[in-house]
């Protein structure tokens, strides 16, 4: 039955006249069938008019040569006979391998056909050449014979005109033949040689036309058809074949490949390094490392942290050179950078003004600077440090530093000693040495700076300068008036009086001193003081000290880093740049620095943070370090019964919170001691107030206030603020506070003495013990410690005294008595009782 459908099924088409032609194609499809279609070929018919006879065929072309006939078509393959036993899958793989080399050998014979039709273009091309080149050389050589034949023509034309007719035809049959020869190529330059194989289709090249190339010009691009059809079926080659292929041709003309030579590095290793760091650093592989490091019987792996001497030898053993750094070079160090004598100019000098309080510092810089600082201080005291700069009569220029007079200001003292260059010690003549003008004269014997003693307040009726004077030999300053070198100046803030005298001593030991810094380089410069504005954010007042100071100037102070956003001075006026020895305040830093630290300009901002992060982390390391310790003091520190009083303490200014922890801390005894649990500048925040309520601190606040949300917090929880604005007023009331934390002071006085001579019960429990007294007297009613053999055995109370039956008061030396005491009866014969009274007195630190 099958076979008569596939009869039928490959049956042709009936008819008379076949005008189409019918041919079968096979189908094969993956899953294993197959199917024959028959395709049918339409003849082109040529229609013509009725009545019209069938057209002419077109005359064949005369050609020098006739062409070659085409190749003839490749004869199909003979199908080879199917195996016996074949399964159906069998046969689909057979039938798919015979269409795939079908396949690529009609495109191997379409190739040769190619080449074929393209050697016998260029074979045409060159043979058109040819002949074009002999057409030109005879027609040349005609050209060449005209002149020679026109007065011979001139002869014969009267004789004989009608034979010119005649002769013309036959003249180019008599004409000599052409000459031939062989055209000489065009002279190329000189092109390294290349392989024999395209020696000789670069001569076809040669030899062929400009004209020619437009056959051949787009042989190489790629085309729609050629894209779709010429590939069709072949399998592209993959990326990593491709690299194989090229290292491989690579290698074959290049020759047996040499050994690349070693690149010997300078690899910077730190103090600790992990081993794929050091393995990017001298650029090896990290595998390589972490074996050499098993040999070295270390077990590592690439993330694991080496220290400096491992690295080393590392780095040795694979032929680098170290180069050691630590993390301290990451820091600045300007102690070493001194400038040229050439290259440094005259400075103002800077001048401090040091005192105890209220002998008239501050009064006498105002009457200077023609200015009252005095009314702007909180209880009439200065407890910042200020910095100014006047000009004088004669146009020379003096920076002032007026220092804090009182007793918790003693760092402010000595920071403004250790940057100036004169001291001006001021005393008042009507009050003699205080303990701040002794500690000001040894904070400028300790900075080693010249001093000018000013006896202020010569206006007074008891002012007397020869007892200050004579006061100050006791410190070893002889002034000029005793003969000593030390200059003197008596002066008035309120009148005036000795104003030009105390500049003119200025400028003289000034002149002296010869003081020069360089303008032209990076400023360097110490903080003075700093404090946080609310709408400045950190501000620091700073003393250039050499190099110029600029305005986006990168800079790194502390443990800070920022930019110059702002430069003010001490009137308020917006400055460009600030020169050396001119006090200045600097917007633009990232946080409150302390106060004396040193402020230094670096070259961009990347290094001012690096080096800001450094110092970061040695300060975290040191306020965490732990102090060594023993089992003595752990011992001890378990037994101890001290009270803390734990306080938040926020100030405007960093020199007033140093002060105010200093003074705090000197407040604490062996009974009590101050916890600061946070100190900072500023306003008091959020943070500030749950840290308080968390530890049932007190906030103090000098010159500053909670903002609005910490007033919220602060009514929330029932934070108690202190705020108070001078430090004597502070101090007085936090040691008020401290006493009543620890309550009142309970002194014992003992009142008498007694020897335990026998024991007597007394009732069903307790025990009375007789006794003879030795010292004073006992009381009833009153506190006793009974002792034996000097150690305590309880502490208790007189519950009962009786002389004989009587129930009395008191027993004096002497005399016995029996005692009941309470809550004890561990009484023994030989026993000591010891009476005392308590006295409870308020308690005063």
Do not use: W
């Not at 069998?90 to 079908?102: C, T």
């Not at 013309?168 to 290349?194: G, H, Q, W, Y």
């Not at 300060?619 to 060594?628: D, I, Q």
């Not at 202190?722 to 430090?727: G, L, T």
């Amino acid at each position: 039955m099958s076979d008569d459908n596939d009869n039928q099924r490959i049956r042709k088409p009936l008819g008379l006249k076949r005008s189409v032609d019918a041919g079968e194609v096979k189908q094969t499809f993956s899953h294993g069938r197959t199917n024959k279609v028959v395709v049918e070929v339409k003849r082109r018919r040529v229609l013509g008019k009725p009545g019209e006879a069938a057209p002419a065929a077109a005359p064949e072309p005369v050609v020098a040569a006739p062409p070659p006939p085409p190749p003839p078509a490749p004869a199909p393959r003979p199908a080879r006979p199917a195996p016996a036993g074949e399964t159906p899958q069998e046969r689909v793989k057979r039938l798919q391998l015979e269409a795939e080399e079908e396949r690529l050998r009609l495109a191997e014979e379409a190739r040769k056909r190619e080449e074929a039709e393209a050697r016998e273009r260029e074979e045409e091309e060159r043979r058109r050449i040819e002949e074009r080149a002999r057409a030109e050389e005879q027609a040349e050589r005609q050209r060449d014979a005209a002149p020679a034949a026109e007065p011979a023509s001139e002869a014969e034309a009267p004789a004989a005109p009608e034979a010119a007719p005649a002769a013309a035809p036959a003249a180019p049959a008599a004409a000599p033949a052409a000459r031939r020869f062989t055209p000489v190529e065009r002279p190329e330059p000189k092109r390294p040689a290349a392989p024999e194989v395209k020696g000789k289709k670069k001569d076809e090249k040669r030899a062929a036309p400009a004209d020619e190339g437009k056959d051949n010009r787009r042989s190489g691009k790629l085309t729609v058809t050629r894209a779709l059809n010429e590939d069709e079926g072949r399998r592209a080659r993959s990326l990593a074949a491709l690299k194989r292929a090229r290292e491989k041709e690579r290698r074959g003309q290049g020759g047996p490949s040499k050994p690349r030579e070693k690149q010997v590095r300078d690899v910077v290793v730190p103090e600790a390094i992990t081993v794929s760091e050091l393995a990017n650093r001298m650029a090896e592989k990290g595998a390589d490392l972490v074996k050499a490091l098993f040999n070295m019987g270390m077990m590592v792996t690439v993330n694991q942290t080496i220290d400096q001497d491992t690295a080393e030898l590392l780095v040795e053993e694979f032929g680098h050179n170290i180069t050691r750094v630590s993390a301290s070079d990451v820091d600045i160090d300007t102690s070493a950078d001194e400038d040229p004598i050439e290259t440094q100019k005259p400075r103002p000098p800077v001048v401090t003004i040091m005192g105890h309080v209220d002998h008239g510092k501050t009064s006498l810089l105002d009457a200077l600077r023609g200015t009252d600082v005095v009314k702007g201080e909180a209880g009439g005291i200065t407890q910042h440090i200020g910095a100014y700069q006047i000009t004088t009569k004669d146009k020379a220029k003096i920076t002032f530093l007026d220092t804090p007079g009182h007793a918790a200001f003693t760092e402010m003292r000595m920071r403004g000693a250790n940057v100036t260059d004169i001291v001006i010690l001021v005393v008042a003549g009507d009050d003699g040495l205080m303990p701040q003008t002794i500690e000001a004269i040894n904070h400028t014997k300790a900075a080693g700076v010249p001093m000018i003693v000013a006896i202020t307040k010569s206006d007074k009726p008891e002012y007397n300068p020869q007892k200050i004077r004579e006061r100050l030999l006791e410190h070893e300053i002889v002034v000029e008036a005793m003969s000593g070198d030390v200059q003197d100046v008596e002066v008035s803030a309120k009148t005036g009086a000795g104003l030009d005298k105390l500049i003119e001593a200025i400028g003289l030991q000034a002149e002296l001193l010869e003081l020069k810094a360089r303008p032209d380089r990076d400023a360097e410069a110490t903080v003075i003081e700093a404090q946080l504005d609310k709408g400045r954010g950190p501000v620091a007042t700073v003393l250039v000290t050499r190099g110029t100071l600029k305005r986006g100037d990168n800079f790194v102070v502390g443990t800070q880093s920022g930019r110059v956003r702002a430069i003010v001075d001490d009137k308020g006026q917006q400055l460009k740049e600030a020169g050396p020895s001119m006090p200045v305040e600097v917007l633009g830093l990232g946080g409150v620095p302390s106060a004396g630290d040193q402020l230094t300009v670096v070259e961009n901002e990347q290094r001012a943070r690096e080096v800001a992060k450094y110092r970061q982390e040695k300060a975290t390391e040191k306020r965490t370090a732990l102090a060594p310790t023993n089992f003595d003091t752990m011992f001890n520190n378990l037994a101890s019964n001290v009270i803390e009083y734990p306080v938040v303490v926020k100030a405007d200014v960093q020199g007033s919170v140093e002060a105010i922890v200093n003074a705090l801390h000197n407040l604490s005894n062996d009974e009590i001691k101050v916890r600061v649990l946070n100190a900072g500048v500023g306003a008091i925040t959020e943070s500030d107030v749950l840290l308080a309520a968390a530890s049932k601190a007190p906030i103090i606040g000098f010159n500053v206030r909670p903002n609005a949300k910490a007033r919220d917090l602060v009514k929330r929880d029932g934070v108690r603020m202190m705020y108070y604005d001078v430090i004597y007023h502070l101090t007085d009331a936090v040691a008020k506070e401290m006493a009543g934390e620890l309550g009142p002071e309970r002194i014992e006085t003992v009142v008498g003495r007694a020897e335990v001579k026998q024991v007597f019960p007394a009732g069903k429990k307790d025990k009375a013990a007789g006794l003879l007294v030795l010292e004073g007297a006992i009381r009833r009613g009153l506190f006793a410690r009974l002792t034996r053999a000097d150690v305590i055995v309880s502490a208790t109370k007189i519950a009962s005294l009786r002389r004989f039956k009587d129930d009395v008061d008191e027993v004096r030396t002497g005399l016995e008595c029996g005692v009941v005491l309470e809550d004890t009866n561990d009484i023994k014969a030989g026993d000591m009782l010891e009476v005392f009274s308590v006295e409870e007195r308020e308690r005063t630190l």
